[in-house]
């Protein structure tokens, strides 16, 4: 969290709402945003060390990506977009490119990633931008759409079929540098209207006979583009996390201002039951999803052998979960969550700002693959979730120094990187000596006994879904809907074990503070999964919770499980 804070410093308090409120209406890329996130180098972060960026792990990157989503969404999309552009360069690419792409990075030239076509979408294995190659010049021709980046981009990432067939093996991924483009090889298509993020340059481009080397501009080996795109997607998925960690940040401040200046019968709505349930129930969501990005994240550079499983859960969880967060923020609000004007009880011009949060947080869930996309990735590695399950393994050594967030983290080695888990799921073998584990902890200190319950509640929950998916017949494309079922379940319980791991790895650390005694945030975010909980314990972990909440708040920190203070200023 320190380099959050460090961004936060550099930043400073974030503009008048009715500067962005206007832009957003006007359609109008955030250009004085991104420029101040560019005069302080935020694209480095994105760019390894070994090329010169400052990217040495990824959870510093992961955070600063958090803080500039808590204060635009669409600024952080817009600027972030350059890494998942790059993505691929660090995975599969040459020396040589890496420090090529590195240069203009550091140059402040905006990235794009070309995947997806009008006509095909996620479905990657159809697309239908082609690349002949004719001795060392290859020649792409072709369209891609809904592209961020695409007009503004002077890099781009394309995948592109080199053979009629196409099929796992038909496609490479090359770089396309615009200034080296003869006019009209490039043409970005017009500006895709949206419902949120209005000022992202979301469009597309076409491109005709544009000309690339065929080596050196051809990132991997001939027909290894998917697969390329497949191992760089586990990195872009983790960390689309933090944007809807970002976004419940920005609405659960909005939330817990507006509840604690509105009375109602007499009573400030805060401190109505249900209303203060709302808000620590949202809470408990949020630092779940927290936990679970957070470990995820370090498992980039620990596990990465199963991050096939770990980013698809994660990509699909804590966006929807996040979804369902701002949503039940939005009934507590009322009608002043869909105003453009009104903030509370301030009336001004462009003020609301939780309609912009909302709206924007919509479009995280497709990035990089859309909720189907992740569930079926999923549902594909069953087999291998279930093998690893029955043989009974240890969890990977690693595990244990991502949970423990006072370990330093190795280099990532992206060669690591798998397209299925081969030793299936860690942190789910981790369930049965973490429920252990607590029943030990418990044993010297009662007030721990509802959280270990629970904890054997979710390995027991966790087991009987590894049993059902073990016998599910995976057919593709012919997958029954009920293995969509599973693999949501699937998730779920891999957030939560993810939950138990980061709570024991550093309770003993945390023990001073509220959130981490006694289980007290634990507790809560198993309960949100539908896990059986003491009601008598779990009141009063909400108690906890909501005390922390608005301390937080009202301190400037960070709604987080974890210290860091801010800079923004949402205050009128």
């Not at 320190?2 to 409120?21: D, F």
């Not at 990824?58 to 500039?68: D, G, N, P, Q």
């Not at 991050?307 to 698809?312: I, K």
């Amino acid at each position: 969290m320190v380099a959050l804070e460090q961004l936060e410093h550099h930043l400073g308090p974030a503009g008048p709402a009715a500067e962005r409120s206007a832009d957003d209406l006007a359609e109008e890329f955030p250009v004085a945003d991104v420029a101040a996130l560019d005069a302080c180098d935020l694209a480095l972060h994105y760019v390894p060390e070994e090329y010169g960026g400052r990217l040495r792990d990824f959870e510093r990157s992961a955070a600063l990506i958090r803080a500039v989503a808590g204060r635009d969404l669409t600024v952080a999309i817009a600027h972030g977009k350059t890494f998942l552009g790059c993505v691929c360069v660090w995975v599969a690419g040459s020396a040589e490119q890496a420090r090529r792409v590195a240069a203009l990075v550091a140059a402040k030239v905006p990235v794009s990633w070309g995947l997806t076509e009008r006509e095909h979408g996620s479905d990657l294995v159809n697309g239908e931008l082609t690349a002949v190659v004719d001795g060392d010049v290859v020649r792409l021709t072709g369209e891609k759409y809904l592209i961020n980046n695409a007009t503004r981009g002077g890099l781009v990432t394309v995948l592109a079929r080199v053979t009629p067939e196409g099929g796992p093996r038909g496609f490479d991924v090359y770089l396309v540098q615009r200034d080296r483009l003869p006019g009209g090889a490039y043409e970005p298509l017009p500006k895709v209207p949206t419902v949120g993020i209005r000022g992202a340059d979301i469009s597309g481009f076409a491109l005709r006979e544009a000309e690339v080397h065929a080596v050196d501009d051809r990132v991997g080996e001939p027909g290894t583009g998917l697969e390329t795109v497949v191992r760089s997607l586990q990195l872009t998925r983790t960390l689309c996390s933090s944007l809807s960690l970002g976004a419940a940040d920005h609405g659960l401040v909005e939330a817990v201002r507006f509840a604690s200046g509105r009375e109602l019968y007499g009573k400030v709505l805060a401190d109505l039951p249900a209303a203060a349930r709302t808000l620590t129930e949202c809470y408990a969501d949020h630092l779940l999803n927290e936990a679970f990005a957070t470990v995820a994240t370090r498992l980039i550079h620990t596990v990465p052998g199963e991050l096939a499983t770990v980013s698809a859960a994660v990509k699909y969880l804590v966006p929807v979960r996040t979804e369902g967060l701002l949503a039940r923020l939005r009934g507590l609000l009322g009608a002043r969550a869909w105003l453009l004007d009104v903030r509370g009880d301030e009336v001004a011009q462009g003020v609301g700002e939780f309609q912009k949060v909302e709206r924007d947080h919509r479009i995280v869930s497709l990035f990089d693959g859309n909720t189907v996309v992740n569930l079926s990735s999923l549902v594909s590695q069953f087999p291998m979730v279930a093998r690893g399950h029955r043989a009974g393994r240890e969890p990977e050594p690693g595990l244990a120094v991502a949970a423990d967030l006072t370990a330093e983290l190795p280099p990532a080695d992206f060669a690591a990187l798998r397209l299925v888990p081969m030793k299936g799921v860690s942190v789910l073998h981790n369930l049965a000596p973490a429920a252990a584990e607590l029943a030990r902890l418990a044993a010297r200190d009662p007030d721990l006994t509802p959280v270990a319950g629970v904890v054997d509640a979710l390995l027991a929950g966790t087991r009987e879904l590894l049993g059902e998916i073990a016998v599910q017949p995976i057919v593709p494309p012919d997958v029954p809907p009920y293995a969509f079922a599973l693999a949501r379940r699937l998730a779920t319980m891999i957030a939560g074990a993810s939950a138990v791991a980061l709570w024991l790895g550093n309770q003993q650390a945390m023990s001073a503070d509220p959130l981490w005694r006694k289980g007290h945030w634990l507790l809560a975010a198993l309960a949100r999964l539908g896990v059986p909980a003491d009601d008598t314990a779990l009141d009063a972990s909400h108690a906890v919770l909501g005390t922390v909440l608005r301390d937080q708040v009202f301190g400037s920190r960070l709604t987080s499980l974890l210290h860091a203070r801010l800079v923004r200023e949402r205050t009128a």
